[in-house]
T-cell receptor, first 115, second 113 residues
Framework: EPEVTQTPSHQVTQMGQEVILRCVPI?????FYWYRQILGQKVEFLVS????????KSEIFDDQFSVERPDGSNFTLKIRSTKLEDSAMYFC?????????????FGDGTRLSIL | GDSVTQMEGPVTLSEEAFLTINCTYT??????LFWYVQYPGEGLQLLLK?????DKGSNKGFEATYRKETTSFHLEKGSVQVSDSAVYFC????????????FGGGTRLMVKP
């Protein structure tokens, strides 16, 4: 079965540095998402992406964050000038464009640790 | 805004016991409802879904019925196994532009042999 793949599985970065989290969505999917889960807290929506542009974003997704689909397969989340509170598990998800109720398929996540 | 509330865990059961994990929601419009499961060290996997009132989603022995009158989507399984030990997340999507998911806080299930 096709999977969403995320790399790296664990990223350790010094505070203030930039980090790029990478995702390869399922090949025929057209909607892409990033979520995060701070340890012990809820999974929170960050951003959705469709047709090469952001379709929706949460309050969390401020100017520090950006997303990009640099080629036909990758979907990246860039966090500039990382802060301690950015430490979390980041999940990528993708969905087919066959109607409103197609479920999102998630990757295994990238654990981001800011020191 | 939309929200999902699920019972806090951990829920500890013996093998073959009956499982219920409560989930209630608040949403504008008519959401689709989902249960996702996260096994240790893995990502979120879709367990089941229901897209309209009175729909029953089912998979791997788990069931949940979309109850519009009580705004609930409780997860049930008649006989749990040790391999069901995981964190279970209830979620909704309202079909807006991005179809974002709103998650509950997750419920950890531990099944003892």
């Amino acid at each position: 079965e096709p999977e969403v793949t995320q790399t790296p599985s664990h990223q350790v970065t010094q505070m203030g540095q930039e980090v790029i989290l990478r995702c390869v969505p399922i090949s025929n999917h057209l909607y892409f998402y990033w979520y995060r889960q701070i340890l012990g807290q809820k999974v929170e929506f960050l951003v959705s992406f469709y047709n090469n542009e952001i379709s929706e974003k949460s309050e969390i997704f401020d100017d520090q964050f950006s997303v990009e689909r640099p080629d036909g397969s990758n979907f990246t989340l860039k966090i500039r000038s990382t802060k301690l509170e950015d430490s979390a598990m980041y999940f990528c998800a993708s969905r087919e464009d066959r109607g409103d109720y197609q479920p999102q398929h998630f990757g295994d996540g990238t654990r981001l640790s800011i020191l | 805004g939309d929200s999902v509330t699920q019972m806090e865990g951990p829920v500890t059961l013996s093998e073959e016991a009956f499982l219920t994990i409560n989930c209630t929601y608040t949403a504008t419009g008519y959401p689709s409802l989902f249960w996702y499961v996260q096994y240790p060290g893995e990502g979120l996997q879709l367990l089941l879904k229901a897209t309209k009132a009175d729909d029953k989603g089912s998979n791997k022995g788990f069931e949940a019925t979309y109850r519009k009158e009580t705004t609930s989507f409780h997860l049930e399984k008649g006989s749990v196994q040790v391999s069901d030990s995981a964190v279970y997340f209830c979620a909704l999507s309202t079909g807006n532009a991005g179809n974002m998911l709103t998650f509950g806080g997750g419920t950890r299930l531990m099944v003892k042999p």
